[in-house]
């Protein structure tokens, strides 16, 4: 049984008038839309563990709304094994968003899923939209998750490279997020390969208020800095998409396998 070390912060961004984001860490969540920074450790030993990131978009309080039903519904998958129960939990997830849009008055909103699961030495990763999972080894940083992003169908396709998908203008053009009706498309996520964890390995889940404003160089130095707690990490990644203008709400969960 891997121990985890974990570390959430979460806060609003410098351009934003209300937080859209929402994190799971095991059972919690965040509860308070208004509160412009929050942070949260956890370093209770379990079984597995779930971890997870999701960022709301619909303006107003839809956004926040969308994250926060997909958290809360993940609760109910807690004590599951989400690599068996992964398909009915976005199904249930999404009908619930879609649910919520229809006694909206038909206003869309959504929210992107990226899920992390731990069980034993192993890992796997869920996402649904654009908001990642990295593995950091050693000095090397690898993406788990895959963009659901126009740009990326584009690379995926060899129309773009990655590199020109990564700066391409439709980048933040979602094809997949919860919140899609049946009749439109059937969400489904990516799914990583499983990963072997190893002592001193390093994960991080954010939204793209972070990848936006922040380099996967710049991430992997941040991951990699000695002697600094998940807490402090975490801390240091917020601050440089502050430094680099903070245009966006901001989500991070700090994995340490100790």
């Not at 398909?87 to 968003?97: G, W």
């Not at 950091?136 to 060899?158: C, P």
């Not at 490279?161 to 997949?176: F, G, P, S, W, Y």
Request: net charge negative; proline share 1%; hydrophobic share 35%.
């Amino acid at each position: 049984m891997s121990k985890i070390e974990c570390s959430v912060i979460t806060y609003i961004g410098m351009v934003r008038g209300n937080n859209e984001d929402n994190y799971y860490v095991n059972g919690k969540c965040k509860t308070d839309s208004n509160v412009a920074t929050e942070g949260y450790i956890d370093k209770i030993q379990r079984d597995s563990y779930i971890y997870a990131v999701c960022d709301g978009m619909g303006g107003g309080t839809s956004g926040e709304i969308a994250s926060m039903i997909a958290v809360e519904t993940l609760k109910k998958y807690q004590s599951t094994d989400i690599r068996r129960t992964i398909t009915d939990y976005v199904q249930t997830a999404n009908k619930l968003v879609c649910d919520r849009v229809i006694r909206n008055g038909g206003v869309r909103s959504g929210t992107t899923l990226a899920l992390l699961f731990i069980r034993g030495n192993k890992a796997v990763s869920f996402n649904i939209g654009d908001s990642r999972v990295y593995l950091y080894r050693k000095g090397d940083l690898f993406l788990m998750s895959e963009d659901h992003t126009e740009a990326q169908r584009l690379a995926n396709a060899g129309e773009l490279t990655q590199e020109e998908a990564d700066v391409h203008k439709t980048r933040n053009i979602l094809t997949q997020y919860l919140g899609i009706f049946p009749d439109e498309m059937i969400v489904e996520p990516y799914v990583s390969e499983e990963v072997k964890l190893k002592k001193n390995d390093m994960l991080l889940l954010c939204s793209d208020g972070l990848t936006d404003m922040v380099s996967d160089d710049d991430i992997a130095e941040t991951l990699g800095l000695k002697g600094r707690s998940t807490t402090e990490i975490a801390k240091v990644l917020a601050s440089r998409t502050q430094s680099n203008g903070g245009k966006d709400n901001v989500t991070a969960i700090v994995v340490r396998v100790t």
